[in-house]
């Protein structure tokens, strides 16, 4: 095996890699930005994240 075989299968790992958790990622990045937006525009803010822990 030579380097250009290593580096041609390093490669395919990593498109490989992008293919199968890019579709996931973009969900949870829609997702997030919806109900980001949702809270802004209702003004609906989670209570518990305004207390610190003590």
Do not use: H, K, N, Y
Not at 21 to 49: A, D, H, K, R, Y
């Amino acid at each position: 095996m030579d380097t250009l075989e290593v580096v041609e299968i390093g490669r395919d790992l990593l498109v490989t890699t992008m293919w199968l958790s890019g579709p996931p990622i973009m969900i949870s990045l829609i997702v997030g930005l919806m109900i980001s937006i949702f809270q802004t525009v209702t003004s609906v803010q989670e209570q518990t994240l305004s207390f610190a822990p003590r």
